[in-house]
């Protein structure tokens, strides 16, 4: 099973960015999806996660009203609006999945994709 992640950029504050990680392999069915963050001497943090069938939904309080995760699971995949992007927003966002084969129940990682916000 590998998540492939992709989406992260440069951008301006105020401005927008759509992530997306799409989930490939053996996947008999995925759980809970979502993303994760960690900013340069920070520890890695929360910042959405996505119920297997898209409706529940949590946030990290930094990133309420501005943030939404959706996924499409005929895609195996997840995403993450981000609008009015801030500076500390800046940092590499890893997407995970909860994923069960026909031998093993548990999470995996994609490889992170790296947000700039600039001021």
């Known amino acids: 099973v590998q998540l492939q992640a992709s989406g992260g950029g440069l951008v301006q504050a105020g401005g927008s960015l759509r992530l997306s990680c799409a989930a490939s392999?053996?996947?008999?069915?995925?759980?809970?999806m979502g993303w994760y963050r960690q900013a340069p001497g920070k520890e890695r943090e929360l910042v959405a996660a996505?119920?297997?069938?898209?409706?529940?939904?949590n946030y990290a309080d930094s990133v309420k009203d501005r943030f939404t995760i959706s996924r499409n699971n005929a895609k195996d995949t997840v995403y993450l609006q981000m609008n009015s992007l801030k500076p500390e927003d800046t940092a590499i966002y890893y997407c995970?999945?909860?994923?069960?084969?026909?031998?093993?129940?548990?999470?995996?990682w994609g490889q992170g994709t790296l947000v700039t916000v600039s001021s």
């Open positions: 996505i119920s297997s069938g898209g409706g529940s939904t």
């Open positions: 392999g053996s996947i008999f069915s995925i759980n809970a």
């Open positions: 995970y999945a909860e994923v069960q084969t026909a031998t093993y129940e548990g999470d995996y």
